[in-house]
């Protein structure tokens, strides 16, 4: 684990780890995060809901359009989520707000029914469509033209360094504060980490092409 400062002075810190499937990615985010996992939590995009399993003593709601929601909710088609101002302690958002088109709406929707702190992951798009781009394979999960409609796309492309400005902005946007940063970098040998880092020793540029996750953590001001 190592880590930068970023330009509000929260430490963005860089861990070696990565998640074959969405169990996996809430078992880290229990790891990591857990001691802000406690009281009444929101699930936003819970898919088939491990978050209530992972994490014991909380009280549980999960929302999807799929999977297995405690209230079935499609982010795309509605003007607010189906409750109260502050009505959750924590909300969890792990790789959804990419899959909508109103991605700002629904993130501002989560910030209305937080009553303290709001877990957001991202993807790194970038990482994922660099080597399918660089061997001349024009397609990549979650994009591309295929032969019939998906179930489901991702509606945003943007590497690291913009999902960073995104959550900074959010600051002068809502009564909110980013207090933890965390990026996620596969494991990789010492030799091919260091030549990576010889040959993009700018730490954005290198992480804009290796790191697939970022995860931010905001607490609001207003408690």
Not at 21 to 45: H, M, P, Q, S, W
Not at 106 to 125: D, G, Q, W, Y
Request: glycine share 4%; hydrophobic share 40%; net charge positive.
């Amino acid at each position: 684990m190592s880590g930068i400062r970023l330009k509000n002075s929260t430490p963005l810190i860089i861990i070696k780890d990565s998640f074959s499937n969405r169990e996996e990615r809430t078992r880290f985010l229990a790891n990591k995060f857990g001691k802000y996992l406690t009281g009444e939590i929101l699930d936003v995009g819970c898919d088939k809901a491990p978050l209530k399993d992972i994490v014991k003593n909380i009280k549980y709601t999960g929302i999807d359009v799929s999977g297995n929601p405690t209230v079935k909710v499609d982010l795309e088609k509605i003007d607010r989520l189906p409750f109260t101002d502050r009505e959750f302690d924590v909300v969890v958002c792990c790789d959804v707000l990419e899959h909508v088109d109103n991605l700002h709406h629904i993130f501002s929707e989560i910030v209305r029914v937080a009553k303290k702190t709001i877990i957001i992951s991202l993807p790194n798009n970038w990482t994922n469509a660099r080597r399918p781009i660089e061997k001349g394979r024009g397609a990549f999960a979650f994009y591309g033209l295929p032969a019939q409609k998906p179930q489901d796309r991702h509606k945003w492309f943007f590497g690291l360094s913009e999902a960073l400005e995104f959550f900074h902005a959010q600051q002068g946007v809502h009564p909110i504060k980013l207090v933890e940063c965390v990026v996620n970098e596969k494991k990789r040998n010492f030799m091919v980490t260091a030549v990576r880092k010889l040959l993009y020793p700018k730490q954005i540029c290198y992480l804009n092409r290796y790191a697939h996750t970022i995860w931010a953590v905001f607490q609001r001001r207003d408690v």
